[in-house]
C-alpha cells in the first residue's frame, strides 16, 4: 500500500489542524494505521495507531486528550484530528501501514510509510 499525508502548515499554539493520508492500492481496509512524527533533530515516534475495524486505538501520553485518528476505508482515507496543539508538537507527520496489531503497537511494524507533512506551532 502506497501512502501520501497533506494537511500540514503553521498554526498558533492553541489552535487546531486535521491531516489527511490517502492510500492506493488494494485491501487498504484490513491494514493498521498509524500517524508518526519527527521533531526537528529528533528520531520518528509513533503517536497514534488504530487498527483495521477501528474498533483498537493507541495513543502516545503526548497526544492523548489532545489527537484523534479516525479511518474512512470506503475513502482510503486515515485523519489526524489535531487540537489545542503546542510548540512542542512541531514535527513532519507521517502516516503508515502494518498488517497486524498489538497493544501497544510496535514501531518496527509498520513498513509501509507515506512522504510527511510539516507542522508547525508558533507560540
Known amino acids: 500500500v502506497q501512502l501520501q499525508a497533506s494537511g500540514g502548515g503553521l498554526v498558533q499554539a492553541g489552535g487546531s489542524l486535521r491531516l489527511s493520508c490517502i492510500a492506493s492500492?488494494?485491501?487498504?481496509?484490513?491494514?493498521?494505521v498509524g500517524w508518526f512524527r519527527r521533531p526537528p533533530g529528533k528520531e520518528p515516534k509513533l503517536i497514534t495507531a488504530?487498527?483495521?475495524?477501528?474498533?483498537?486505538?493507541y495513543y502516545s501520553d503526548s497526544v492523548k486528550g489532545r489527537f484523534t485518528i479516525s479511518r474512512d476505508n470506503d475513502k482510503n482515507t486515515v485523519y489526524l484530528q489535531m487540537s489545542n496543539l503546542i510548540p512542542e508538537d512541531t514535527a513532519v507527520y507521517y502516516c503508515?501501514?502494518?498488517?497486524?496489531?498489538?497493544?501497544?503497537?510496535?514501531?518496527?511494524?509498520?513498513?509501509?510509510w507515506g512522504q510527511g507533512t510539516l507542522v508547525t506551532v508558533s507560540s
Open positions: 492500492g488494494r485491501s487498504f481496509s484490513r491494514y493498521t
Open positions: 503508515a501501514a502494518s498488517d497486524g496489531w498489538r497493544q501497544p503497537p510496535g514501531e518496527g511494524d509498520f513498513g509501509s
Open positions: 488504530m487498527s483495521w475495524s477501528g474498533l483498537n486505538t
